[in-house]
């Protein structure tokens, strides 16, 4: 891979895209990288949690590569957010491991959206957000008009998607868009200390956990019914056997 950096190392992979000349915009291959990345840690039962981050201490990502998109026509232009959608924000938003983005510096459009499409956002003080896709004649295209609203609340999410204007991590910290603000230098030891806690935890109620409550932001399924079904199901695995003995013997759980 060129533009995107794997890492593995006890039970957390760490995705970087590496493309500092253009702040790690997310062109076309970027995006095939880190969709690629994906399945195969989708599917590692050593990898219980994500961190995807940006290279470098400026950006996490400034958006879709708009040198590569400034020529697009109308059929173009839709074929670029649907294909951006189907292989990379529904892949990450639906990941079966909780999914963190370490925003270390400018998430503008397309990478503010990449951010929101992780379960989880941790931001360095430094770090700035927003979606300026309407200063460019255009929206945001990568999931911007739905997940900003999930997170900050529609009047929030309006103006800033019509003002395209830039907050600050700490009003991001205030607005529920990031859940914690820390130096820069502490941005990746925050991620590796959140991701070993839930890797401690039982990786089967993790993913079960994750898909109750996705299953709540979803209008085609019932979140209640989700949530009734993951619980039932929980009994009959190893897991729960070994997280309710451990909790008699008065011991850590091995999960
Ligand atoms: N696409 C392509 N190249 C980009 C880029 C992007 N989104 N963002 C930055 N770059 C490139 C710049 O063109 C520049 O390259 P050159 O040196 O070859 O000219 C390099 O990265 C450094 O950027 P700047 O010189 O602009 O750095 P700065 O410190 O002056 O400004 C910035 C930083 C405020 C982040 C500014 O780069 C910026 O405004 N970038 C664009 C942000 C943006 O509009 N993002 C939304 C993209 S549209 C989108 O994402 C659509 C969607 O929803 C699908």
Known sequence: MENVLLEVNNHIAQLTIHRPKALNALNKQTIAELSESLDPLAEN???RVLIITGSGEKAFVAGADIKEFAGFDVKEGAQLAA?????????IENFPKPVIAAVNGFALGGGLELAMACHFRIASDNARLGL?????????GYGGTQRLPQLVGKGKAIEMITT????TAQDAYKWGLVNQVVAPAELADTCQKIAQKIAFNSPMAVSAALRAISGGFNDKVNGYNIEISEFGKCFGTDDFKEGTIAFLEKRKPNF
């Open 45 to 47: 039962p050593k990898v």
């Open 83 to 91: 294909a951006g959608h189907e292989m990379l924000f529904d892949k």
């Open 132 to 140: 300026p896709e309407t200063s460019l004649g255009l929206i945001p």
């Open 164 to 167: 395209a204007s830039m907050i």
